[in-house]
């Protein structure tokens, strides 16, 4: 079975002002430890319809951990 990689959003409006919309709300750090990118503007026409299509990836950031150093005082076994 085969799904489909793309989310069709619709919001009334210029496609500038909802582009503008969709790249302001990626731009937002709501602390879910993720990060949207999102690509340039491709044109897209339909019956009765004006559109575009951006391609956004989404990435998860994990946080930064100093790493942990242990120093052993005797070796745990004899070669």
């Known amino acids: 079975m085969r799904h489909t990689i793309d989310i069709d959003l619709y919001r009334a409006g210029a496609i500038a002002d909802v582009e503008r919309q969709l790249r302001d709300a990626a731009s937002l750090d709501i602390g879910d430890w993720m990060r949207f990118e999102v690509g340039p503007p491709v044109n897209v026409q339909a019956i009765g319809a004006q559109g575009a299509r951006n391609k956004v ?6 946080t930064s951990q100093e790493p942990h150093v242990f120093r052993r005082a005797a070796p745990l076994s004899r070669p």
């Open 57 to 62: 990836q989404s990435f998860i950031i994990w």
